[in-house]
């Protein structure tokens, strides 16, 4: 009876481990373009394979160029807030991604690790699957990520820059974006202006530094009451806002650190008699699709996803030959729609 592709596929990779005096994973690493086996080895067993006819066209090709044409994705999975992967940033960055590595000839490998073991998203470079990882996002563990640059696995985080940063980071510049924010609802009379955000997490810490730097800069001493802590998962948003307004703190605006958490709480105080803009002003981040058509149409930061994604793909095709790219912090950009207005003075 024929064996199956796939243990056929075995079989020869075993053949070239013997002939090649190295080991069965030695073959897979090195057709797959890993940077741990030594050049020489490297073509010698691509050269065995290729006279085994055994299929590794495209291989090949990846170690001709000197670096595997395949870019691994990593959106890691917080067992806390549990954001899942259909988030609309989360689209949006994937989207952008996809198209800048289809742009450079490049395959994209799309993988999720548990966000408290991001060393595992290592083996995704180790095992050959991928020249390159894109991390989305660093979840708060900037110490783990420092930890697999000092190893050299080649990677690029879409991220705030934090102090002691040893790896690649490209992001807006979150500070800048939460002053924009802050001060556009500033500009329009409104003086009690909540935050709605994890603070702990490093881009939201940013944009919440922002809007504090915005408050005090209006000689307004912020208030932590006004401070609306939130994971970005929507129902969260919403749970958090309902208690908010349980405790009835006055407050007529709103700068939220995502378009998804500021879409759910507009969702929650329309439910609840409040009008959007009229009595509470509300800025998101993002500039996701949905805000645009979302009721009122949302006034938001625009992070500039399609300049994002060729800017990660830049930086990775260059982590992915050795070299060590620099971070980038991309404009933040106010835009501006029906959910902001000044506010009204009563008579």
């Not at 989305?136 to 080649?154: E, F, S, T």
């Not at 940013?206 to 939130?230: C, K, N, V």
Request: charged share 20%; with cysteine; aromatic share 6%.
């Amino acid at each position: 009876m024929a064996r199956p592709d796939t243990d056929k596929r075995r079989v020869q990779m075993m053949d070239i481990a013997r002939l090649a005096g190295v080991s069965a994973s030695t073959v897979s690493r090195a057709l797959s373009g890993s940077k741990l086996i030594n050049p020489e080895t490297r073509q010698r067993i691509v050269d065995l394979a290729q006279s085994l006819n055994y299929s590794i066209n495209a291989s090949a090709k990846n170690l001709r160029l000197g670096y595997n044409r395949t870019i691994g994705v990593v959106i890691p999975y917080d067992r806390k807030t549990r954001q899942h992967i259909s988030d609309p940033f989360f689209l949006g960055m994937l989207g952008s991604l996809a198209d800048a590595l289809t742009d450079r000839g490049h395959d994209l490998l799309l993988s999720r690790v548990d966000a408290e073991r991001l060393d595992d998203l290592a083996e995704i470079y180790d095992t050959g699957r991928a020249g390159a990882v894109a991390v989305i996002g660093q979840w708060g563990h900037h110490d783990q990520l420092n930890a697999l640059a000092v190893r050299g696995v080649p990677f690029v985080v879409w991220g705030a820059h934090l102090p002691q940063q040893l790896y690649c980071t490209i992001g807006t510049d979150n500070v800048r974006g939460g002053r924009l924010a802050t001060e556009h609802l500033l500009s329009l009379g409104r003086q009690r202006i909540a935050f709605m955000g994890d603070v702990t997490m490093p881009e939201a810490a940013q944009r919440h530094e922002g809007y504090e730097a915005a408050l005090r800069a209006a000689g307004i001493e912020p208030d932590p009451a006004l401070h609306i802590p939130t994971s970005f998962r929507g129902d969260d948003a919403q749970a958090a806002m309902r208690a908010f307004l349980k405790k009835r703190q006055h407050f007529d605006g709103l700068f939220a650190a995502s378009d998804l958490i500021a879409m759910n709480a507009m969702g929650v105080l329309l439910s609840q008699g409040r009008r959007v803009p009229e009595d509470v002003s509300v800025v998101g981040y993002d500039d996701v699709a949905a805000a645009e058509h979302w009721h009122p149409p949302l006034t938001t930061i625009r992070q500039p996803l399609d300049d994002a994604g060729v800017a990660m793909v830049d930086c990775l095709l260059q982590a992915a030959k050795g070299e060590r790219p620099s971070s980038r912090l991309l404009d933040a950009t106010l835009i501006l729609r029906g959910s902001t207005a000044p506010a009204t003075r009563a008579p």
